[in-house]
């Protein structure tokens, strides 16, 4: 392989590594997925499972990505279809790489969506709009928003106004480089913290001081009860341990190739092994001490644990909370709402920059673009990806999106990377790499974890996605298939979803008239976003072609 060049662009500090590093990880998943998660799957019942896969999966995968990108940027490969190829004799591996950049884009074009309504509701906030609102005002207020034809501020289109603002901020810093990215780490990260701990403070604190005539149970440590008491008739649920794993993959950013992006700019003898360790540990402190410590115990001091435990979802940081910050008082409920959605506006934007950088990386590698070219080409392309997401939201392109990008790319490409690392590169060879220029000893058994637990938790994953049974229902139909019954499918199994299965079942049972119509266009826009996805996958595909063209053509393949 040809040597590294004798300059690169790199980071400034170790801390400033960290933080960038953690706000990749630290995002909208550690305040809002995190929380609906553990309640949607018991509580208690889900932190055990939680934890094993941390350590069976997320420092593993950490371990890889990490190793794996400072192993590439050694030769000057910063993205992953090279990376992939440097460490892989098939040609194919750097096609795998492929979903190192296809994701990030994907996962951008509607992730910068969330984080425009966090902006707005920033404002919102500061303006007084949630005032006087009773929850179902609150709520209402949110799906007018996000109809692009109504407005709240007098804005025309308001909700594309504000997603092409954060995503021109978003651009604007990229194409500072990495010293942009570290001075918003530098910023965004301590105040993520900052308020986080402000409303884990006020949770902790709410107690029974919240409840009211209509909710006399209010109650907001038995919010905290319910998520920390352990069941372990869990460790039995392959469903609870489907969506731990599920969660770790999400709350991480692994399997998405932006830390392999982000390790390849690091010095040759830096220690990635404390590197990964801290940046994974942050995020877990900011996840189960901070994430478990607002939403949920908040909700329970005010409307009850059994309300939280009915109506959990990702929609109630933007359909409830601002709500409940009035029962605050009109004063505190503006620092409230700034607090809330300031942190979780900090943890999006950290982490939509970092899935700039493999597209920023690879086209400076192989097309010699320079960060202002590599900044606003990567906002382009979220542009077009993105902008059926706002205006299609209320048809699924949103969910379309989350489902096939941000879940089962990230499986199938960590799987993937697992099998490279351990199986085709060597896990001898990856054990060195992982341990050279470390301060701190990885125990031993991580090499065993790593070849072998790994890629088989991985491999159950994917397959668990693939088949999973009708109402979860894993015991039931194990035991039909035992007794030679059927094997019957969800549908929100892989294999029902590729066929739009459920999509077409409600189309068939719809009585009102208006309801098929919704639902024939939904599944129209949902093949549409399907066609978009499939489109740039091919799209970057012929970027790798054409630069392994290029490679060829000046001498620089170093196998065949």
Request: charge should be negative; hydrophobic fraction near 50%.
């Amino acid at each position: 392989m040809e040597n590294k060049l004798a300059s690169k662009e790199a980071w400034g500090s170790r801390l400033g590594l960290i933080l960038a590093m953690a706000g990749n990880a630290v995002g909208l998943g550690n305040f809002l997925r995190f929380p609906v998660q553990a309640v949607q799957n018991g509580g208690g019942a889900f932190i055990i499972p939680y934890l094993i896969c941390f350590l069976l999966m997320g420092i593993p995968l950490l371990l890889i990505e990490w190793s794996s990108g400072r192993f590439g940027g050694k030769f000057n490969n910063h993205s992953t279809p090279y990376i992939m190829d440097g460490m892989g004799k098939a040609k194919v591996w750097k096609y795998v790489g492929v979903f190192g950049i296809f994701t990030n884009i994907a996962v951008v074009a509607y992730y910068t969506y969330i984080e425009s309504w966090s902006l707005v509701y920033v404002l919102h906030s500061i303006f007084g709009t949630f005032e006087s609102m009773s929850q179902s005002e609150v709520a209402m207020f949110f799906t007018e928003y996000v109809n692009v034809c109504t407005t709240s501020t007098g804005i025309p289109f308001e909700a594309v106004f504000f997603y092409v603002l954060v995503l021109a901020l978003n651009i604007i810093i990229l194409s500072k480089g990495l010293g942009g990215i570290e001075k918003a780490a530098k910023i965004g990260m301590p105040l993520l913290i900052l308020f986080g701990i402000i409303l884990a403070v006020r949770g902790l604190t709410l107690g029974e001081s919240g409840k009211s005539e209509l909710f006399p149970d209010a109650n907001a440590w038995d919010g905290l009860n319910f998520l920390w008491t352990p069941q372990f008739d869990s460790l039995a649920n392959p469903k609870v341990w489907l969506a731990a794993a599920g969660q770790i993959f999400f709350t991480l950013s692994v399997g998405m190739g932006t830390i392999q992006c982000y390790a390849a700019y690091i010095k040759e003898k830096e220690d990635i092994a404390l590197n990964a360790v801290s940046a994974g540990f942050l995020n877990e402190f900011v996840e189960v001490v901070l994430g478990s410590s607002i939403v949920i115990p908040i909700a329970a001091g005010y409307l009850g644990l059994d309300w939280v435990l009915e109506n959990a979802g990702f929609g109630m940081a933007f359909q409830t909370m601002p709500f409940l910050f009035q029962q605050w008082g009109e004063f505190t409920a503006v620092f409230a709402g700034v607090f809330w959605f300031g942190l979780l506006f900090f943890a999006g934007i950290t982490s939509s920059l970092a899935m700039g950088t493999p597209w920023m990386g690879f086209m400076k590698d192989e097309f010699g673009w320079g960060k202002t070219k590599g900044a606003w080409s990567f906002g382009a392309l979220a542009l077009i990806m993105g902008l059926p997401t706002v205006l299609l939201y209320q048809y699924g392109v949103f969910d379309e999106y989350d489902y096939w990008a941000g879940t089962v790319s990230l499986v199938v490409f960590a799987l993937l990377e697992a099998i490279l690392f351990s199986w085709v590169f060597g896990i001898d060879k990856g054990w060195t790499e992982i341990n050279e220029g470390s301060e701190i000893k990885i125990p031993q058994v991580y090499k065993f974890i790593i070849k072998y637990i790994t890629p088989l938790l991985l491999l159950l994953v994917f397959l668990s996605a693939l088949i999973t049974p009708f109402q979860n229902e894993w015991s039931e139909n194990i035991s039909s298939i035992l007794n030679g019954g059927n094997w019957v499918l969800d549908n929100s199994s892989l294999i029902k979803n590729i066929t739009n299965y459920g999509l077409k079942e409600q189309i068939q049972i719809a009585v009102n008239d208006s309801d098929k119509v919704y639902l024939e266009s939904k599944l129209f826009y949902t093949n549409m976003a399907r066609i978009f996805l499939i489109t740039l996958f091919l799209f970057i595909s012929l970027l790798v072609y054409l630069s392994y063209q290029k490679r060829k053509k000046e001498g620089k393949i170093y196998h065949e």
